[in-house]
Structure formats: structure tokens, C-alpha cells
Nanobody, 115 residues
Framework: QVQLVESGGGLVQPGGALRLSCAAS????????MGWYRQAPGKQRELVAG???????TYADSVKGRFTISRDNAKNTLSLQMNSLKPEDTAVYYC?????????WGQGTQVPVSS
């Protein structure tokens, strides 16, 4: 059974930075496409960033140039570096296996961006 555990969320001021991590277990991490989704209050979940097993990355237009997704296959860890955060980035962020088709979800970590 796949388990995904996010960490690193928390209150941050506009313009600030935050790094989210996701520890994966119960799967062969290195062969999985992985993603970060988010759900803002009153909105649907959206794919923020994704990384394939081969290391190719994709980003939502709203975060391009500000967010960076990365993976460490030796440590079964997925990360999301978020810079220049905006109030509209406020959401619960989820780690996933799969991109367009999600296999497993983490429990989510909250990221409020507010002064």
C-alpha cells in the first residue's frame, strides 16, 4: 500500500518562501511519475507541478518561475520549493503518485499565505 506523507507547510508572508517535502513508501518510487496538487478554499484541486520518472517537469502557468519540483529517488522523497509566494497560493497542497491520473494522495499540508 502506497503511503505519502507531506511536511513543510505553514503560514508564510507574501513574498516569502517555503519548501514542501513528501516521503513515499510502499511503492517503487523511482518508476513513478509524481505530482503536487493544491486545493484552494472553494476551488477544485489543480495540478501545480509534476515530475516524471525520467525527471521531466511540468508546471501550472500560475507558478512557473516561482516553484520548483524535484525528487530524490535514493531517499524516496519529492520536494516542492515555493518562492515569491502570493496570497492566491493559499491552499492545501497534496503529494500524489501519477499526474493526470492520480493513483494515491497524501493527507495534505496547509499553506496559508498572509501578512
Amino acid at each position: 500500500q502506497v503511503q505519502l506523507v507531506e511536511s513543510g507547510g505553514g503560514l508564510v508572508q507574501p513574498g516569502g518562501a517555503l519548501r514542501l517535502s513528501c516521503a513515499a513508501s510502499g511503492t517503487i518510487f523511482g518508476i513513478m511519475d509524481m505530482g503536487w496538487y493544491r486545493q484552494a478554499p472553494g476551488k477544485q484541486r489543480e495540478l501545480v507541478a509534476g515530475i516524471t520518472s525520467g525527471g521531466s517537469t511540468t508546471y501550472a502557468d500560475s507558478v512557473k518561475g516561482r516553484f520548483t519540483i524535484s525528487r530524490d529517488n535514493a531517499k524516496n522523497t519529492l520536494s516542492l520549493q515555493m518562492n515569491s509566494l502570493k496570497p492566491e497560493d493559499t491552499a492545501v497542497y497534496y503529494c500524489t503518485t501519477g499526474l493526470a491520473i492520480v493513483g494515491s494522495w497524501g493527507q495534505g499540508t496547509q499553506v496559508p499565505v498572509s501578512s
